[in-house]
């Protein structure tokens, strides 16, 4: 299959740390890339190549990769990283993106 | 600055036509491959089409091959989507974006326009 699954959601309080997996046979063989989506506004690439982050994202930012599995990780997050975020890979068919997670900043 | 703007969404009847464009600045056009991503309300992406660099290369979701078709025109630094046979779950926000790398199908997308939005109803 060329589904990518994200946990529809994540909460976490200001300052602490979260994560946000995205798991699917294509990352086996292709590199994860993420996208952040505030509401009413166009996705912004926030980590490319599982690892790289895009000039102008804050270093809080990382991520990082094993298997069929990335993850996106924010660190002390911030009342402004809340946002819908979508993991995308490409795979023999075309480009592929995954459900979503919306995170929450309690 | 890197910039896409898109054009050409509306109304339209199930069965009718639309052509979105999107006008690109800043870059090496010749250079990227662009796409077509849309999102339907309150749902999440979906990648509907791509076209390499010279337009020699397209590529389709299975959701719209054989309704859609993606062209560009290096010349006006502009990339097309003509949309016939619409259907009510075509209805989305239609993004233009450019390829992040210079791959005849890139790797990731970057950076994305505003949006135009397509509405298939009666």
């Known amino acids: 299959s060329n589904e990518l699954t994200q946990p529809p959601s994540v909460s976490v309080s200001p300052g602490q740390t979260a994560r946000i997996t995205c798991s699917g046979d294509p990352l086996a063989k292709q590199h994860g890339n993420w996208y952040q989506q505030k509401p009413g506004q166009a996705p912004v690439l926030v980590m490319y190549k599982d690892t790289k982050r895009p000039s102008g994202i804050p270093e809080r930012f990382s991520g990082s990769s094993s298997g069929t599995i990335v993850t996106l990780t924010i660190s002390g997050v911030q009342a402004e990283d809340e946002a819908d975020y979508y993991c995308?890979?490409?795979?023999?068919?075309?480009?592929?993106f995954g459900g979503g997670t919306k995170l929450t900043v309690l | 600055e890197v910039q896409m703007l898109e054009s050409g969404g509306g109304l339209v009847q199930p069965g009718g036509s639309l052509r979105l464009s999107c006008a690109a600045s800043?870059?090496?056009?010749?250079?990227?491959?662009m796409t077509w991503v849309r999102q339907a309300p309150g749902k999440g992406l979906e990648w509907v089409s791509v076209i390499s660099g010279s337009g020699g290369n397209t590529y389709y979701a299975d959701s719209v091959k054989g309704r859609f078709t993606i062209t560009r025109d290096n010349s006006k630094k502009a990339v097309f989507l003509q949309m016939n046979s619409l259907r009510a779950e075509d209805t989305a926000v239609y993004y233009c974006?450019?390829?992040?790398?210079?791959?005849?199908?890139?790797?990731?997308?970057?950076?994305w326009g505003q949006g135009t939005l397509v509405t298939v109803s009666s």
């Open positions: 800043g870059f090496t056009f010749t250079s990227y491959a």
């Open positions: 974006a450019k390829g992040g790398d210079d791959y005849s199908f890139p790797n990731w997308f970057d950076p």
């Open positions: 995308q890979s490409i795979h023999s068919r075309g480009a592929e």
